[in-house]
């Protein structure tokens, strides 16, 4: 029955193909704005594209990297680093704490989906 709900709340979003490593693509999802990031390892993962510091939909077309073992993006306006696994914003750049809301992944197939209901694991995969 589990899995049955959680493959309701599942939405294809696009291909793995749609994806480059390492360069966001971002995605409508009802009036939200979805950043999505491929990584090397084919780990995908989902935030928001909203920048909780300037306001603006950008998050995609932020600069990918790691901080230790988290992957991180940078805010291409202000720089600050989020976690790409919590949303958790790791450099502020002297501003308040803030976070980017995570959206949960799955690869199923060659098909990227969002798990609108936020209660998978972000950068899960099903092969």
């Known amino acids: 029955m589990t899995d049955l709900i959680a493959q309701e709340t599942m939405v294809r979003v696009c291909t793995v193909a749609d994806l480059e490593v390492e360069r966001g693509r971002a995605a409508l999802l009802g009036d939200e704005q979805v950043a ?6 084919g780990s995908v993962y989902g935030v928001s594209n909203l920048d909780p510091y300037s306001g603006a939909n950008v998050i995609s077309r932020g600069i990918v990297g790691s901080r230790g073992d988290a992957p ?10 989020f976690d790409l696994r919590t949303g958790v914003c790791l450099e502020t750049q002297g501003k308040p704490d803030a976070a980017l809301r995570v959206w949960p992944v799955r690869v199923i197939g ?15 995969r099903d092969e």
């Open 110 to 124: 060659d098909d990227v989906h969002v798990d609108v209901s936020g209660s998978a694991t972000a950068g899960e």
């Open 36 to 41: 999505l990031f491929l990584l090397a390892d």
């Open 72 to 81: 991180t993006v940078a805010s291409p306006l202000h720089k600050q680093v």
